[in-house]
């Protein structure tokens, strides 16, 4: 037993109901404010054989980064109580951009790994995004029907439920992922700059979930990202946030371009997706001025919907408010 | 009245299943039927787009519309039926209408071009505002991936329309601007046919794509939405200064023009508001300009508030009348005396109608037969 384990199993032996709570709590973290906001940026310098990722690190950090944000329980235990067998686990990657501006295949496989792990059919597990094109783009293999296998499929493909979501600025149609196939969502964004918005991380991600992305990009995406991501279906469904931060962009974004791209090496990790978006806008300020960019505002972008995010209380958006780890492996 | 078409399936060579207008608002959306890419199995069809910038990194500016949308690669503008790929901006709509029916003219509504007569009416997906009360948001609001479509290049069209007698082809329910590559080409190719072309749109579009657009239509209706810039902000998500430039514009170029204006309760519906774009419309367009004010139906996302009173489409008219236009409709209220023509100069009855059937048609020669008056419109 190490110690992580023994740590984990004296807590839940001496006051079993404290993890409890921490098990049911998850959607009281997703919505954050007050509630202390942790976001976890791990980071393996070593974790490449060339441009290759090693995917034993991967798992190594994202076992470390699942304990370091739910307070030093194992990952499986973490696993398990965010998730069941019985849940259609969707993880929401983000594709738009090409393989090498796309969220990681290898990252999405270590996460299956975890979920197979905690006794989930491979059947339940189904990688989705916008279009069967975008997944196949960024590498991912489609399969659509084969439930003996991880499935993976767009929403061309689920269709969007008929429904007219209604939430301040935004009416939309949802992916029928979201609203009929899926019980939970990892979603596993990309941290980059947008042209647009500012950047394209937790909240952002969910554009790609209805559709009519198109009609929301006005004003910077403010309020239009924070309306969508305030929809309770989208709440209710997300389990975790994983933002693949292996490759990351600091302008020219969505595209991927190799001149604005580094490797950070990292994961963020969160419960609270405006938590997780602002300290994610923080890295992307710090390394534009390493690199002699202006700030976002100055660009004409600030991600203003973030902090539009926070004022709606649907997560923490003031730095000084988020526990922001990072933990270097 | 309504026909159908008498087109067999084959003539379509999409292979998507056909459907009617009304059959296609409730299905195009969720489908588990989606048609994908082209019918060969090849990849969307693309076109590229006539009026846009490159610029540098391969991001470009679409020149089509007010809104200039500065698109990066990989991704498509605010109307979402327009990609950048690589460096160049495709419209991913031409050739591909989603939609098309032959309806009486007087439904889009033109009052004053060819009454009594059909129009074969075809739109595509997209628009470039997002009206909270649009009818027909399951075709604007959506991109070209979320519907069927079918495969009707512009001389498939124009033949069309010759095969069933229409004697204009109308771009209508959604937003014809987005696809304003395939409006034009299907224009000229109608025009070599004798058939004429109606643009039914909201005239939110930049001077150079309105000109050269132009040349080639017969006719335009404008759904002016407000008259104020607050309502074009916080219902349309446009703006109105360039859909009043439009109208100056087509009346600089003489091409016939007739406006709606949909009378949203609360909103859109004050005595002010009215006399205003009545005032603005005699100084502007001039008195012979028709003017359609129309009952508003909860729609979309504006559920919450009840049909325009026919009190209040009344007062518009009466206002616009007192403020010396001629040619003042009330619309979607059918039996109602404001569906019809009167000479301004007689004050006649000249043409009779009943929703959109017209049930009599009395000008001769673009004229009043009791007077004489001139009666301004496009008549054969």
Request: proline fraction near 5%; charged fraction near 25%.
């Amino acid at each position: 037993m190490n110690r992580r384990e023994f740590l984990f199993r004296s807590i839940a032996a001496g006051a079993g109901f404290t993890f409890l709570h921490s098990m049911f709590s998850h959607k009281t973290k997703l919505s954050g404010k007050g509630s202390g906001s942790s976001v976890v940026q791990i980071t393996d310098p070593f974790m490449r054989d060339g441009n290759d990722l090693d995917e034993k690190k991967l798992g190594k950090i994202l076992d470390e980064g699942l304990s370091s944000l739910y307070n030093s329980a194992s990952p499986g235990e973490v696993m398990r109580n965010l998730f069941s067998p019985e849940d259609v686990i969707g993880l929401k990657v983000n594709t738009l951009s090409g393989p090498r501006g796309s969220t990681h295949r290898e990252l999405v496989g270590v996460i299956i790994d975890k979920l197979l792990a905690v006794g989930l059919p491979p059947g339940n597990i189904i990688i989705w995004d916008r279009s069967n094109d975008d997944l196949e783009g960024a590498g991912y293999r489609i399969n659509m029907d084969n439930r003996k296998k991880v499935r993976c499929f767009g929403n061309d493909y689920a269709g969007y439920d008929k429904r007219l979501y209604l939430n301040g600025s935004i009416g939309s149609l949802l992916s029928r992922t979201v609203t009929d196939v899926c019980s939970a969502i990892i979603n596993i964004p990309v941290l980059k700059d947008h042209g647009i918005v500012g950047v394209s991380l937790s909240m952002k991600n969910y554009f790609g979930a209805i559709h009519n992305p198109n009609k929301y990009h006005d004003n910077h995406g403010d309020p239009y990202i924070a309306d969508l991501f305030e929809l309770p279906i989208i709440r209710r469904k997300t389990r975790l946030i994983i933002c693949d931060a292996l490759d990351a962009q600091y302008e020219g974004g969505p595209p991927f371009k190799p001149q604005w791209n580094w490797p950070m090496n990292s994961l963020l990790m969160a419960f609270d997706g405006v938590a997780l978006d602002r300290v994610g806008w923080e890295i992307i300020e710090k390394k534009r001025m390493e690199n002699g960019f202006g700030s976002l505002e100055s660009a004409g972008r600030k991600p203003q919907y973030i902090l539009t995010a926070g004022q709606k209380n649907l997560g923490q958006s003031d730095l000084a408010n988020i526990r922001w780890q990072k933990v270097e492996a | 009245m309504r026909r159908s078409l008498q087109i067999s399936r084959r003539q379509f060579v999409t292979g998507c299943g056909f459907f009617s207008g009304s059959m296609l608002l409730n299905s195009v959306v969720g489908s588990a039927n989606l048609l994908q890419g082209n019918s060969d199995g090849t990849d969307w069809h693309r076109f590229e787009a006539r009026w846009y910038e490159k610029s540098p990194y391969k991001k470009v500016k679409c020149k089509l519309c007010p809104r200039e949308c500065v698109v990066d690669d990989l991704e498509r503008g605010y109307c979402g039926v327009r990609e950048n790929w690589d460096g160049i901006y495709y419209s991913l709509v031409y050739s591909r209408p989603c939609t098309y029916h032959i309806d009486p003219i007087e439904k889009k509504p033109l009052f004053h071009f060819l009454p009594g007569t059909e129009a074969f009416s075809i739109a595509t997906v997209g628009c470039n505002v997002n009206c909270k009360f649009c009818q027909n948001w399951q075709i604007s609001q959506i991109r070209p991936e979320q519907a069927q479509s079918f495969d009707l290049p512009p001389e498939k069209v124009a033949n069309l329309a010759k095969s069933e007698k229409t004697p204009s082809i109308a771009y209508t329910y959604s937003e014809p601007v987005v696809f304003s590559e395939y409006m034009m080409d299907t224009a000229i190719a109608g025009n070599r046919e004798g058939i004429k072309s109606v643009m039914i749109s909201n005239g939110y579009i930049q001077e150079q794509p309105m000109r050269d657009l132009a040349e080639v239509l017969a006719a335009v209706k404008i759904d002016l939405k407000a008259f104020t810039e607050k309502y074009y902000k916080d219902v349309v998500v446009g703006e109105l200064k360039p859909v009043l430039d439009t109208l100056v514009l087509l009346k600089k170029l003489d091409i016939w023009t007739e406006i709606v204006y949909l009378v949203v309760p609360t909103l859109n519906d004050g005595d002010r508001e009215f006399r205003e774009l009545a005032n603005w419309a005699v100084q502007y367009l001039g008195k012979e300009v028709p003017i359609h004010f129309t009952r508003f139906h909860p729609q979309y996302k504006l559920q919450n508030l009840p049909p325009t009173p026919q009190k209040t489409l009344e007062r518009a008219r009466q206002i616009a009348l007192a403020a010396g236009l001629h040619y003042i409709y009330i619309g979607n209220i059918p039996g109602h005396e404001g569906e019809h023509t009167y000479c301004p100069g007689c004050k006649k009855r000249l043409i009779r109608r009943r929703g959109f059937l017209v049930e009599e048609n009395l000008i001769a020669s673009g004229g009043c037969p009791f007077c004489g008056q001139k009666i301004p419109g496009v008549w054969a």
